[in-house]
T-cell receptor, first 116, second 115 residues
């Protein structure tokens, strides 16, 4: 069964600083990887996804993530954080199953605090 | 841009009561899902639904839970007799057929509070 580990529960960065959120996954085959963001009281918004191809994927709001198979990682990065990026970030892995659907397993999330 | 919608945004109920959470998936999507997030915990898969039947369910999805697509647009989650531990945010998601590689798009969630 697939699993996702987000080792950092809480991260604080200064506005304008760079950001990297860590994600490690466990899955036997090539995974489908996602990053979602959840603002307080809101739903889950997809930031970016990796299915295949280029291992560096670009997402919305200036985020990017790099898939590294050798490290089983899919870390999320942003070169310059804005105060509006304060939220909780979830890494997720999707396992394709017969019939076409997939089961998505989420990590425990990383709460990002942005200070002036 | 089309989006998944959920109603109500917040549901308060007494323990033992039945609740129905409603979702309207994106119109051309064919795969539907329910997840839940207990406060402070991670998002957990409950059930996936395709072609009018459950394709997979987690151990959380016991006999108290059921899902239905009563018409061409709605997708519902019913909890027959709510327990205190059912208090959580419930997210509906849908994905396009696209060979099963479709990304799951999530609704804003329904916060269920069981008293």
């Amino acid at each position: 069964a697939q699993s996702v580990t987000q080792p950092d529960i809480h991260i604080t960065v200064s506005e304008g600083a760079s950001l990297e959120l860590r994600c490690n996954y466990s899955y036997g085959a090539t995974p489908y990887l996602f990053w979602y963001v959840q603002s307080p009281g809101q739903g889950l918004q997809l930031l970016l996804k990796y299915f295949s191809g280029d291992t560096l994927v670009q997402g919305i709001k200036g985020f990017e993530a790099e898939f590294k198979r050798s490290q089983s990682s899919f870390n999320l990065r942003k070169p310059s954080v804005h105060w509006s990026d304060a939220a909780e970030y979830f890494c997720a892995v999707g396992a394709p199953l017969s019939g076409g659907y997939q089961k998505v397993t989420f990590g425990t999330g990383t709460k990002l605090q942005v200070i002036p | 841009e089309p989006e998944v919608t959920q109603t109500p945004s917040h549901q308060v109920t007494q323990m033992g009561q039945e609740v129905i959470l409603r979702c309207v998936p994106i119109s051309n999507h064919l795969y539907f899902y329910w997840y839940r997030q207990i406060l402070g915990q991670k998002v957990e898969f409950l059930v996936s639904f395709y072609n009018n039947e459950i394709s997979e369910k987690s151990e959380i999805f016991d006999d108290q839970f059921s899902v239905e697509r009563p018409d061409g647009s709605n997708f519902t989650l019913k909890i027959r007799s709510t327990k205190l531990e059912d208090s959580a945010m419930y997210f509906c998601a849908s994905s396009p057929i696209a060979g099963g590689l479709g990304t799951q798009y999530f609704g804003p969630g329904t916060r269920l509070t069981v008293l």
